[in-house]
């Protein structure tokens, strides 16, 4: 039971961060940031391990001085994910890791300094085929742009990555997305509405400091959602007072609610009531921690009784309705009955055994074409 999309998505600029195309038609990309201290290299490598495994297109560090641009270097060598730098004030620590293979390089040109040093960062980043992202932040904004608009606002925001912005253009170097973040969802939208139109480069989003997990979850899927529902943003992070796992995790979640890209389970399942024939909580708790590794898009409903579950199972891969006993469809066609024993046994076996044939026949389609 889908309703056709009315998403379109804003046509900008592809550029490459390492492997991951970021813009143009490519998938919107999931990002996250390490927490980790970058020069503690065996911790940081675990965590973007971590990250890898959860699905992150793009990980951030950061690298405050030469000693973690020196430890950039070995984290590189030890993961596959492509690694973005964040950046201030010190040019020399910029060129040093274009040196040392980074992909992405987080600066905002005017407080790098001199307009030799943007060049030569600049320079560097066009010779490897290096991106840079400007980050603007309603926290740090210029002291002149504060006096000026007393407050910080969405004007106040986009006036400030424009200014970055010409930086670039001046050099001639097209190759980068910006970002306007504000902790204020409504200041953060129109900030990024007002710079969609005025820039062809992708836009990275987020609502930074958006709070702990479950706070900031819910205050970065409404800001992030009015965004992508029109077609505005090319990469996410989520940024969360949690575990940056967690942070991925939303970030899928946020995009497979929109339709806007595929990865893993989409569970829909009932809140659950008097009238449930199995618990249905504690089930989908159990599942959702079971089936977590799985990365094959694939629906499943778990509803606790008769009165919608049919109708949302016949939807789905795999949909479970709750009854004396409890009825399995899969693929919209009554499959079997399963009493309240084992039902999460079941189920997961059941779901494991769908991703694999959907698989196969991705896989036996690829070979056919």
């Avoid at 010779?127 to 980050?135: A, C, T």
């Avoid at 939208?189 to 709070?211: D, F, S």
């Avoid at 079997?336 to 779901?351: A, F, H």
Wanted: hydrophobic fraction near 45%; charged fraction near 25%; charge should be neutral.
């Amino acid at each position: 039971m889908q309703y056709p999309s009315p998403i379109k998505r804003r046509i900008s600029r592809k550029i490459w961060v390492g492997a991951v195309p970021v813009g143009g038609d490519a998938p919107i990309a999931v990002q996250s940031m390490t927490n980790s201290d970058t020069n503690d290299v065996a911790a940081t490598v675990a965590q973007i391990r971590r990250l890898e495994d959860a699905g992150a297109d793009i990980v951030r560090i950061s690298v405050p001085d030469m000693d973690a641009a020196e430890a950039f270097g070995r984290i590189k060598q030890q993961v596959r994910v492509p690694l973005v730098a964040d950046i201030h004030f010190d040019y020399k620590i910029a060129l040093r890791v274009a040196e040392l293979g980074v992909d992405c390089l987080r600066i905002n040109p005017g407080n790098i300094g001199r307009e030799d040093r943007v060049r030569a960062v600049v320079e560097a980043a066009r010779d490897k085929g290096i991106p840079i992202r400007i980050g603007v932040n309603a926290g740090s904004l210029e002291k002149d742009l504060q006096k000026k608009y007393g407050e910080p606002t969405p004007e106040a925001l986009v006036e400030s990555a424009l200014r970055h912005v010409e930086h670039l253009d001046r050099l001639n170097f097209p190759d980068f997305k910006v970002s306007v973040k504000a902790s204020d969802v409504f200041m953060a939208v129109a900030a990024y509405r007002l710079l969609a139109k005025q820039i062809e480069q992708p836009l990275h989003l987020g609502i930074t400091e958006a709070g702990g997990l479950r706070s900031g979850t819910v205050k970065s899927a409404v800001g992030l959602g009015m965004l992508l529902a029109e077609g505005i943003g090319d990469t996410i992070r989520i940024s969360l007072a949690a575990d940056p796992v967690e942070e991925i995790k939303v970030g899928y979640d946020i995009l497979k609610s929109l339709r806007l890209r595929s990865r893993g389970i989409n569970f829909i399942a009932c809140p659950s009531c008097s009238r449930q024939n199995f618990d249905v909580v504690k089930t989908m708790n159990e599942l959702e921690q079971r089936v977590e590794d799985l990365l094959v898009p694939l629906d499943v409903a778990v509803i606790g009784c008769v009165v919608n579950g049919p109708g949302e199972a016949k939807e789905a891969h795999i949909g479970l309705t709750g009854g004396s006993p409890n009825l399995i469809y899969i693929d919209g066609k009554p499959a079997l009955k399963l009493g309240n024993d084992n039902l999460v046994d079941e189920l997961e076996k059941l779901i494991r055994q769908k991703a694999a044939d959907k698989v196969a026949a991705d896989a036996a389609l690829i070979l056919r074409s």
